[in-house]
């Protein structure tokens, strides 16, 4: 037996809570169904060491509640991992949202009736459920993976994913530990445990740009005027790029005479989080000129932290200039290599050849291990709806209308999948987004779409194939013209899913006030592009 409701909801993190808030507002019934044992998407399965926010807390916390921004209060201005799933408990049981969240459900199939209009779901647990639309709250990089290194299976110590990490403290003292990637979690993770352990080796895939976090506890004064100007800052957001507060110097660098260009990258270096990168000049993500004269401020100061002249040049990035990938926010990430307990492998110089039952083979050393950790990623943007067997109209399963790469209009639905939303599906702008700003406002173009049909009368809403093509389109030429497009190796392009997905650029790039404009012009036109019947 199936139950029945208005609207399914698929994941219960930032976007799924949003959702169902917003559902509830409407009137409707509606049911989330969340893979984990408790709440929190992000924030419930990423619970490594040093996990925190890259964005600042007052600029990712949500908008739509002046009593909860008058109640919380957050301690640092890049909260951690316990205290982000806190709040979001918090929001929950203040808006009595656990009710309507099923635990413990990840979703097996979702298939839709061409007879009833409607959407049935099945876990993989066995509970049924049905309902007229369905919203996908499933997040960007949530489908995490393990490399194809031959071996993965054969190690006996302990194996962990920064991405599936246990609930229990774990206890490094005294362990050989392997951390595989360098990006922003494996920065988090370096730069957390390697007081503690006997010996840690990084594993390092591709070399990044860290720029520091400059994190600190939020003063008495400071939490006064967070929350007197909160909404001054939701409003920065709306009109920024990228949806955070830094906000560019609208010159173009290469305007700028180079001694004042010099002088405020190290202001902005200096000014942390992600300052140097977003609030740059207005050229920085498509002047070469710009974006090398940033990498090279960088390498002199990793040169400069960095003891041993080698290991420097290895964490310093060749193959990808300043600002094309997101910046890792770091502490003393570079001091960790002067530990006597820190080495450094190079993988692009000697790659990994196996994984063995007693740690990991490059091409020129054996490293014995007691626990490897897997910094490795995900399948990003489509992987966590791949994973479900979704099927559309005449029985069409997302594989096959994805066989030859996504298509999505305007990153929310996809032809021949009736009253199927996506809340961050591929073409969305979420290419650098804090992503709460960016969540709220693609549930509230959901929610206000489903709101407009029951309005006028209308049982289902479908994008038209043409409206499809024609967004998959825009999104792959507005990654031209940037710096970003050369980097083909990048999540942005697919590099970490199937062999149809590589080289297809998966976001949209042309920012969000652009986007919500966007949004705002197809609602206004009774949703142009899309088909109610």
Not at 187 to 198: G, L, T
Not at 394 to 402: A, D, P
Request: aromatic residues 12%; hydrophobic residues 35%; charged residues 25%.
């Amino acid at each position: 037996m199936s139950q029945e409701f208005d609207v399914i909801v698929i994941g219960a993190g930032v976007s799924g809570l949003y959702s169902l808030y917003k559902l509830r507002e409407l009137g409707l019934s509606a049911r989330v169904f969340e893979a984990g044992t408790g709440i929190g998407g992000t924030w419930y399965w990423n619970r490594y060491p040093g996990a925190r926010f890259d964005s600042e807390s007052y600029s990712y916390q949500y908008s739509f509640s002046q009593e909860v921004i008058d109640e919380w209060e957050w301690t640092e201005h890049f909260s951690g991992q316990p205290e982000i799933e806190r709040y979001l408990h918090y929001v929950a049981d203040k808006f009595d949202l656990k009710r309507d969240i099923e635990l413990n459900a990840r979703i097996a199939t979702a298939v839709y009736d061409d007879v009833e209009k409607t959407w049935e779901i099945e876990t993989t647990n066995g509970v049924r459920a049905r309902a007229r639309f369905v919203i996908a709250a499933t997040g960007l990089l949530s489908a995490h993976q393990f490399p194809d290194y031959p071996g993965v299976e054969s190690f006996a110590g302990r194996a962990l994913h920064s991405a599936r990490w246990p609930k229990e403290t774990i206890d490094f003292s005294g362990k050989r530990v392997g951390v595989i990637g360098s990006g922003p979690t494996a920065v988090q993770i370096i730069q957390s445990i390697a007081p503690e352990v006997d010996h840690l080796t990084v594993f390092q895939r591709t070399a990044n740009w860290c720029t520091p976090l400059r994190n600190r506890p939020i003063t008495t004064a400071e939490q006064k005027e967070l929350k007197q100007k909160a909404h001054q800052i939701f409003d920065l957001c709306k009109r920024t790029w990228a949806g955070f507060i830094h906000d560019p110097d609208p010159r173009a660098g290469v305007d700028v005479p180079k001694a004042e260009r010099l002088k405020r990258y190290q202001e902005l270096y200096d000014r942390g989080g992600f300052a140097l990168w977003l609030g740059n000049y207005s050229d920085s993500f498509t002047s070469r000129l710009v974006a090398d004269e940033v990498a090279e401020v960088l390498a002199a100061k990793i040169r400069a932290r960095v003891k041993d002249p080698a290991t420097a040049e290895k964490l310093i990035p060749k193959s990808h200039t300043f600002g094309t990938k997101r910046c890792p926010g770091e502490k003393n990430y570079y001091e960790t290599f002067n530990r006597d307990n820190v080495s450094l492998v190079d993988l692009r110089a000697t790659p990994i050849t196996r994984i063995t039952p007693t740690g990991i083979e490059t091409g020129d050393a054996t490293h014995e291990l007691d626990v490897i950790i897997y910094a490795t990623g995900f399948h990003s943007v489509t992987g966590e709806l791949m994973r479900i067997d979704i099927r559309g109209e005449r029985g069409v399963s997302l594989q096959e209308h994805w066989s030859d790469g996504p298509k999505t209009n305007l990153g929310v639905q996809f032809s021949g999948f009736p009253n199927f939303f996506a809340v961050m599906g591929p073409h969305n702008p979420a290419l650098f987004c804090n992503i709460t700003r960016c969540a709220e406002s693609n549930v509230e173009w959901i929610i206000g779409c489903i709101r407009y049909m029951r309005e006028h009368g209308f049982e289902t809403i479908k994008t038209t194939t043409e409206a499809e093509a024609a967004w998959t389109e825009r999104c792959y030429k507005s990654a031209k013209g940037l710096l970003i497009d050369d980097m083909q190796d990048s999540w942005f392009f697919g590099s970490t899913n199937p062999a149809n997905i590589r080289g297809r650029f998966l976001l949209f790039a042309g920012g969000v006030p652009a986007y919500r404009e966007i949004f705002a012009d197809v609602a206004a036109k009774g949703y142009e592009g899309f088909d109610l019947s």
